[in-house]
């Protein structure tokens, strides 16, 4: 199947497009219930504005992201790794994570 130019609203209910390739569409305000995106490659683009509930991101790697403003809540970040990453003004339960980091550095410089 094939659409082009289309400019009607489009409704998949109980599809199977997998392996189905989107390049270069307009998907602002769609709405994605109960959809399996697993294993899926996502590159250059712009979830700005859009709220994620119920996920499962297990195994995610994302990478030159701009996560400014992000907020999460009741997650589970067991074994979770942020590396080389800008965290001005980045809390966690309110305590800013620049002030942990320096403290821990002293820290550890301290024990040496």
Do not use: P
């Not at 709405?31 to 995106?37: H, L, P, R, S």
């Not at 800008?86 to 980091?101: A, C, F, K, P, S």
């Amino acid at each position: 199947m094939e659409i082009h130019k289309q400019k009607t609203r489009l409704s998949v209910r109980g599809s199977d497009v997998a392996g189905s390739i989107f390049d270069d569409v307009n998907l602002s305000g769609a709405t994605y219930e109960n959809v399996n995106m697993s294993g899926g490659t996502y590159h250059n683009i712009n979830l700005s504005g859009c709220s994620f509930d119920d996920l499962n991101m297990s195994g995610w790697k994302i990478g030159n992201a701009n996560m400014s403003g992000l907020r999460v809540s009741n997650a589970n970040l067991a074994g979770a790794s942020i590396v080389n990453s800008r965290l001005e003004g980045m809390t966690i339960d309110g305590v800013d994570v620049t002030d942990l980091l320096a403290a821990w550095r002293e820290k550890q410089a301290g024990q040496k």
